[in-house]
């Protein structure tokens, strides 16, 4: 199963036509669609997540499709193969219309914020969000950045300068260090989709709050993802 979802899932890097655009856009439906009915249908599960039976879909949005449904499709069929991955370690904050009731959070307390992310170094997300997360007020927001690089460098030390906790995970966003991210208000994920493991912790409820930034420009299809930060 586990290299079915990586055929079914897996789309060219550079396409040739239109056509060949077109074609692999049918093929990945397709296979998507089979997937989605056999993981409804039987009791299929897979017995890990990596980068083989969950490769990702950086290139998907490349193709110049609406992807909303099928980002739906293909996270619904990770949550029904793994169920451990759909954890609500939190319960979410409950919505009046289009915004959060925040009624049982302190007002003469901090927001805890955290920002959860690989590219935490010389890259273009680090050049999106880290500016972002250095100028946030510390007399509102007590920021915790969680960092899978393996690279760290002048970028690295300008965002944890201004961070009240910096939190390495050297093993990467891992189902088994969730529990780093305890007592958050808000969890940002600035990239999901450009890391496959950072999807593991994208697809649990591990913040009051959650949300995706445009580090890469696509929605996740993830139902814990409560907004998406856009530039416009």
Known sequence: ???????????????????????????????????LTLALSRNYKIKSLDHV???????????????????????LIYELLYPDLNKVMIL??????NCSDRSNINADQKIRVGFASHYFRRHSVCKLICGIIHGLDR????VTIFSS?????????????RSDDFIRLPEGFLLKNREVTKNLDVLVFPDIGMKTATSMWAHSRLAKIQLCFWGHPVTTGIPHMDYFITSD
């Open 1 to 35: 199963m586990e290299l079915q979802l990586r055929n079914a899932i897996s789309v060219p890097v550079v396409y040739k036509s239109l056509n060949h655009v077109e074609e692999s856009r049918k093929k990945l439906e397709r296979g998507v669609d089979r997937l």
């Open 149 to 161: 690089t393996d690279s760290e460098d002048e970028w690295t030390e300008y965002v944890t300068e």
């Open 92 to 97: 979410p904050e409950k919505k009046n219309g």
């Open 53 to 75: 039976s969950m490769p990702g879909t950086y290139y998907l949005v490349y193709g110049g499709y609406n992807d909303a449904k099928i980002m739906k499709d293909i996270s």
């Open 139 to 142: 007399d509102k927001f007590h």
